[in-house]
């Protein structure tokens, strides 16, 4: 991600970011994962015998698309409410860190399984889907990563409260 995209949602709310968020990233994960899924079982299938195929990759995406899953929901269910009224609840944050690291590890092994995307010669065109596919996949995890981590995880400067009350957010 550029660091022009970065400012430009610097500047935004946290709700024009989060339905940015999921529309452009969780929406499109809940798309390529299962596709690609399918895809990498083809190639298994039909090429288990070839050196590079990329052996372990059909389940490895299979675990990725549930722990994503449940990823992204855990964030649409607590997290984002609470980040659209400007609450920044520290635990859910450092949770949701912790499991993109998780998700930055997942795609090394992405890596890993498919020779950094490198197709053998002679590739067919769905080992070629697949690896672009898989191309795009990685781009939008660690877009949407640095998106939320350095934009939207971060507690912005509100507007001045009366006197030195807190608000909840509740009453928003």
Request: with cysteine; glycine share 6%.
């Amino acid at each position: 991600m550029t660091a022009s995209i970065v400012s430009e949602w610097s500047g935004k709310s946290n709700r024009e970011l989060i339905e940015f968020i999921v529309e452009r990233f969780h929406q499109v994960h809940r798309q390529q994962l299962p596709e690609l899924k399918q895809l990498a079982l083809k190639i298994e299938e039909v090429h288990g015998d070839h050196d590079e195929a990329p052996h372990g990759l059909a389940e490895h995406l299979d675990n990725m698309l549930h722990e994503l899953e449940s990823h992204m929901m855990k964030e649409e269910q607590i997290l984002f409410p609470m980040l659209a009224r400007d609450i920044y609840p520290s635990g859910p944050i450092s949770v949701m860190e912790e499991e993109h690291v998780q998700h930055e590890q997942d795609i090394n092994k992405i890596s890993a399984l498919t020779n950094n995307l490198t197709l053998p010669e002679g590739a067919c065109g769905s080992w070629q889907a697949l690896y672009r596919g898989l191309g795009e996949l990685v781009d939008d995890l660690n877009q949407h990563i640095e998106l939320e981590n350095t934009v939207l995880f971060v507690e912005r400067e509100s507007t001045p409260t009366h006197g030195k009350d807190f608000c909840c957010g509740s009453c928003q």
